[in-house]
């Protein structure tokens, strides 16, 4: 199952995007500032929306 997630953009304004199925870690790092939190706020919604889940 795939799970892609974008990550941000080159410095071209290209998208990085990534398969979080395949990722053993990620490793989340930066100053004070640089959207650590943005990040994985996109991360999670990528998922909540990708994967559904039916109780």
Do not use: H, W
Not at 22 to 46: C, D, Q
Request: with cysteine; charged share 20%; net charge neutral.
């Amino acid at each position: 199952m795939e799970l892609p997630i974008c990550i941000g953009q080159d410095i071209y304004g290209n998208p990085i995007s990534l398969d979080f199925s395949v990722l053993e870690t990620l490793l989340i790092s930066g100053e004070i500032g640089a959207g650590k939190s943005s990040l994985m706020r996109g991360i999670l919604t990528t998922m909540n929306k990708k994967v559904r889940t039916f109780v």
